[in-house]
């Protein structure tokens, strides 16, 4: 038995539920996005019928976190220079760190090349089909094999952004925003709302109209051609009690760590880094510093070393930070120089 989900149903901001909805509001819903979709989709290379699933595995997961139109360019240049998993299985890891280039968060990178590996070790290089499959891949999670397992091979699975997450409450929950991340309950609720049929069309449709449409900071109610029976509209968009987290950069170790990177492939890229860069040159008083560790780095790579000292002066943070770095897999250190990682 369902009932439907609109301005009479009240819930609660902190509300874990997820009313279910009634068959003729989630069909109007389905149809809607999905002409929309078909509509007004992005053309972005890694929706092109002839994307490998190789390809759109690492659409995906250079997509998390950082906007398609950074992605784009770099996806392109990728796939060029690492075709298939084998490709990417076989390449330098300095190479691959040097060409994630400024998509952030690298350690994706790493996890990626591990995936690469397995695959094609294991599984004759041909990504798996299944999320069960998928998500036994090493960093590959719920929501990449989903969005893998639908785009690549057509079949029904839940995929769960937070675009999507987001329309999906706004539009039947009556709620501004998700939680942090889907529990087993929101997760079980929104594979109720997939449609079995065109439900590529409506994982790709909820996630590209949560992207376009009803986005975050600023959704287009007005234009939105759900706002009739949108339950969060119809309540009068009242804003979430908590604020969402905003992810600081300005002052932060993932800025200060982006910049010691930005030195490691600026001295692979100038060929600085057959012994790496001298740790003294992140961790010595411009006083003390002998000027010749400088002078022999490459104009970039110097460049890139005096970002890392306007940033921050103090040794031991940067100290802690290119440890945490070798930790990570994404830098090495050999007899007090540090580089890209050899593997
Ligand atoms: S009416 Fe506004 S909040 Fe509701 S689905 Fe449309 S854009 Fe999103």
């Known amino acids: 038995m369902t009932h439907r989900a609109g301005p009479e149903s009240n819930p609660s901001e902190s509300s874990t539920t997820f009313p279910q909805v009634a068959e003729p509001v989630l069909r109007r819903v389905q149809d809607t996005i999905i002409a929309w979709f078909e509509e007004a989709a992005r053309d972005l290379p890694w929706r092109h019928p002839d994307t490998s699933a190789w390809a759109i595995l690492v659409s995906e997961i250079m997509s998390q976190q950082t906007p398609v139109s950074r992605v784009e360019p770099r996806w392109r240049a990728w796939m060029d220079q690492w075709p298939t998993p084998a490709d990417l299985a076989a390449a330098p890891t300095a190479e691959v760190l040097h060409a994630w280039d400024r998509l952030g968060y690298p350690r994706r990178a790493l996890r990626l090349q591990d995936a690469a590996e ?41 995929v769960l952004d937070t675009n999507v997450r987001r329309v999906l409450v706004r539009l039947f929950a009556g709620r501004e925003r ?34 376009l449409v009803c986005t975050a900071r600023n959704p287009d109610c007005p234009a939105c051609p759900l706002h009739d029976i ?29 910049a010691i990177m930005d030195v490691l492939k600026a ?57 945490d770095l070798v930790t990570d897999g994404l830098a090495q250190k050999i007899d007090g120089r540090l580089a890209l990682p050899n593997r």
């Open 178 to 211: 998700p939680t942090t991340s889907p529990g087993r309950e929101e997760t079980a609720w929104a594979a109720n709302l997939v449609p079995d049929v065109k439900h590529v069309e409506w994982n790709a449709g909820v996630m590209e109209f949560g992207a």
């Open 267 to 323: 001295a692979h890229a100038a060929g600085d880094d057959r012994h790496g860069v001298s740790l003294d040159v992140f961790t010595t008083s411009v006083t003390e510093l002998d000027p010749t560790l400088i002078d022999s780095l490459s104009e970039s790579t110097a460049a890139a070393v005096a970002r890392v000292r306007e940033l921050s002066a103090d040794r031991d943070r940067i100290s802690r930070l290119m440890t």
């Open 230 to 258: 949108c339950t969060w509209n119809q309540l009068g968009r009242p804003a979430s009690a908590t604020k969402p987290k905003t992810q600081k950069w300005a002052g932060t170790d993932r800025q200060l760590r982006g």
């Open 118 to 158: 397995v695959i094609a070790a294991d599984l004759d290089n041909q990504v798996p089909e299944t999320t069960e499959e998928l998500e036994r891949l090493p960093g590959i999670g719920s929501y990449t094999a989903a969005a893998v397992s639908s785009f690549a091979f057509g079949r029904k699975a839940t």
